[in-house]
């Protein structure tokens, strides 16, 4: 009947979802565009964009994009492909793998990590790179 066309990333660019704090997501979160989360999220996280984790926001799960930014607090395992940025006041806890990492002084960076070229995406439960 209506003929849906999935937009290309590209096409995406500009375009943020963004969850604002007092909110709290149970489940998982599957996006292409951008995110910007400053409320608190119990689940999976995937996306092809750039994920930011403002001051309030917080993440108990694994979480799988390009790039990320983080002010808040996340638990679990990330994946960046490309950069993650860790703020001062950030608190990260887990196993993390990223292409480049950036950590500002005083963040709380209580997790293993490890440095790839190319790191693998997971993108609806296939590797993609």
């Given at each position: 009947?209506?003929?849906?066309?999935?937009?290309?990333?590209?096409?995406?660019?500009?375009?943020?979802?963004?969850?604002?704090?007092?909110?709290?997501?149970?489940?998982?979160?599957?996006?292409?565009?951008?995110?910007?989360?400053?409320?608190?999220?119990?689940?999976?996280?995937?996306?092809?964009?750039?994920?930011?984790?403002?001051?309030?926001?917080?993440?108990?799960?694994?979480?799988?994009?390009n790039?990320?930014?983080?002010?808040?607090?996340f638990?679990?395992?990330?994946?960046?492909?490309?950069?993650?940025?860790?703020?001062?006041?950030?608190?990260?806890?887990?196993?993390?793998?990223?292409?480049?990492?950036?950590?500002?002084?005083?963040?709380?960076?209580?997790?293993?990590c490890?440095?790839?070229?190319?790191?693998?995406?997971?993108?609806?439960?296939?590797?993609?790179?």
């Open positions: 009947m209506f003929n849906k066309k999935e937009k290309p990333y590209t096409e995406l660019l500009g375009k943020t979802n963004r969850i604002v704090e007092g909110t709290v997501i149970k489940g998982d979160i599957i996006s292409k565009a951008d995110f910007r989360l400053d409320g608190e999220l119990i689940g999976n996280f995937q996306s092809a964009g750039k994920l930011v984790i403002g001051p309030t926001g917080s993440v108990t799960g694994d979480i799988s994009c790039n990320a930014d983080i002010e808040g607090k638990n679990g395992v990330i994946q960046v492909t490309e950069l993650l940025n860790v703020k001062s006041k950030a608190s990260i806890y887990g196993e993390v793998t990223v292409g480049k990492l950036a950590v500002e002084p005083g963040a709380d960076f209580s997790a293993s490890s440095m790839k070229e190319n790191v693998k995406l997971l993108t609806d439960g296939k590797e993609t790179q």
